[in-house]
């Protein structure tokens, strides 16, 4: 069981370790999650054309490239894969990681405060953040791994090889 441990002085966060999504109900939750956010921003789009029609493709298309924002560093390591993502103002306890074979998706809250000039009061919001990038190798997810430290994502997964690839190859022996 990992324990974690207080930091010993204010100069560093202690390590934090997002949670890796593997359960189907927790990545089906936020795929549906994507789904209803590009859908509405797919639709603030259309009635911002004056309720066009034909362009909805168009619409869903920008709607997705404006929900999902770049940010994932993928570097290869021998037989794993690191995928590293620098996290500003990102909430570290509600970071979730879902790892598939050929793509990685990061979802995260994004929190902001603001101070009333004329008030002073102070308030906060959320916002979600998402990344996602495929992958040029097909990894296992099941040897997903994944820390936050000082605002830094890290990520490591092994790579899955064919079937009769070197490294997967055992040794036989004739009967």
């Known amino acids: 069981m990992a324990t974690t441990k207080p930091a010993l002085s204010g ?3 202690p390590a934090v370790a997002p949670k890796i999504i593997s359960d189907g109900n927790e990545r089906q939750a936020i795929e549906q999650l994507i789904q209803r ?6 639709y603030s789009l259309f009635e911002g054309s004056n309720a066009a029609h034909g ?26 894969l690191s995928i590293t993502a620098s996290l500003p103002n990102v909430s570290d306890d509600n970071l979730q990681i879902c790892i598939e074979p050929n793509r990685a998706v990061v979802h995260g809250q994004t929190i902001s405060q603001q101070r009333d000039a004329t008030s002073g009061t102070q308030t906060h919001s959320q ?13 296992d997810p099941s040897t997903a791994s994944a820390s936050m430290k000082d605002q830094k994502l890290t990520i490591m997964v ?18």
């Open 127 to 139: 916002q979600d953040l998402f990344l996602r990038s495929d992958l040029n190798v097909e990894v």
């Open 37 to 42: 956010k590009v859908a509405e921003r797919a």
């Open 11 to 13: 100069k560093s966060t």
């Open 158 to 175: 092994k790579k899955r090889y064919p079937t009769g690839s070197p490294s997967n190859a055992s040794v036989r022996t004739s009967e």
């Open 55 to 80: 362009k909805d493709q168009e619409h869903w298309l920008q709607a997705e490239s404006e929900i999902f924002q770049r940010g994932l560093d993928i570097r290869e390591s021998g037989s794993w």
